[in-house]
C-alpha cells in the first residue's frame, strides 16, 4: 500500500470514529431526556389535563353542549350522592356514537376526600340522562 493510500484509510477511520461517538452521544442523551421527563413531578398531572383538553375539545367539535353535561352531572350527583360537594367535574371522556342515543359523557367530580365516576347518555331529544354514578 502507498502512503497515500495508508493516510486515505486513517482519515477515513478517525471520520467514522467521530461519527459513531457522535451517534452514541445522543441516544445517549436522548434516553436521559426522556427518562427525566417522564419521571419529573407533575408528569401523570400534565398528561391528564392534556387528555382532559381533548376530550373537552371533541365534544365542543360535536355540538355537545358542556353547560347541560356539568348540569346533568350536578342533578346526578344531587340525587344519588346527596351531600356530596365537588369541587370540581372534569370531562374525562366522550362516546361520541352514530346517532344520538348512543352517545356517552364520561365525568369525574373532585371534592377534597373523594372522587366520584359519573356516565351520561343522551335521549332521543339530545338532553343528558344519568347512566351511572359510583
Known amino acids: 500500500m502507498s502512503a497515500l493510500t495508508l493516510s ?5 477511520a478517525i471520520v467514522l ?5 457522535v451517534v452514541v452521544a445522543f441516544v445517549v442523551g436522548g434516553a436521559l431526556i426522556a427518562r427525566r421527563r417522564t419521571e419529573g413531578p407533575g408528569w401523570e398531572q400534565h398528561i391528564r389535563a392534556a387528555d ?17 353535561i356539568d348540569e346533568a352531572a350536578r342533578r346526578g350527583l344531587g340525587e344519588q350522592r346527596p351531600g356530596f360537594e365537588p369541587e370540581s367535574i372534569e370531562l374525562v371522556l366522550v362516546d361520541d356514537r352514530p ?6 359523557a364520561h365525568l369525574i367530580a373532585l371534592a377534597a376526600s373523594e372522587t366520584v365516576r359519573i356516565v351520561l347518555a343522551r335521549d332521543e331529544s339530545g338532553g ?3 347512566e351511572q354514578v359510583g
Open 99 to 104: 346517532g344520538v342515543v348512543e352517545d356517552r
Open 128 to 130: 343528558w340522562e344519568v
Open 8 to 12: 486515505v484509510v486513517s482519515v477515513l
Open 17 to 21: 470514529t467521530v461519527l459513531a461517538v
Open 52 to 68: 382532559q383538553a381533548i376530550e373537552q375539545a371533541r365534544a365542543a367539535d360535536r355540538g355537545w353542549s358542556r353547560e347541560l
